[in-house]
């Protein structure tokens, strides 16, 4: 029946389903967690663990990654549960660079690092995003394909901003901002969902939108 309504009519509806109850309390949820988790990380008795500390904060990283990413997509099929466990994936993996720059697997050596690491270059996120859309456009993979671009973005996007409220984001060439605000942090944090599904639309990502079917991408 949805395939019947005129295009303006269909992009209301899948905009309205955006920010539907159910997807800004997801995103309400993605905002609590970061308090608790951070706050969790915080503790002293995990502050002499500094393994278990890395693990748990790249966790966090994951989480983010693959929450934000369910909040964008819905998970309605198999299909986009493995699609969020990806956008987990490449939140936490991120964090390999680190190790990469240290040329060991030295926590210590990894985390003081006199430069900051490659994928943590903010700068390259837009131009990564845009060479796997140039690829896939080249390549004329169509469907879901067409939302790997946006699930790279959010999955990245979401590790900077963390990452940025210690250290700032790090545009090369330029260098670096200041620290990001905690409470900066956590609202991007929450709205940038919201914020890629709309951009999803406006660019035609996403077009149409069916309850019964789940979300159907096409470009
Ligand atoms: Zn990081």
Redesign the pocket.
Known sequence: MEEDLPPATEKAQALLQTFSSASLLASTGIGAFCLLADHVLQLNALQHHLWLRAVLD?TV?GVIGLWSWAIVIGVRKKSDFYEVILAGILASL??L??FYMAGSLSLKAATSLAHR?P??CSTFIPILCLSLRLVLWLGRLKDSWCSLPWMLFISLAS??I??GVRHGLWVCPFGNTAPISYWLYVSITATMPHLCSVLMYLTGTREVISTKHGIAIDV
């Open positions: 790249n990283h991120i964090d660079d680190h690491p994928l943590h590790h900077h963390r990452d």
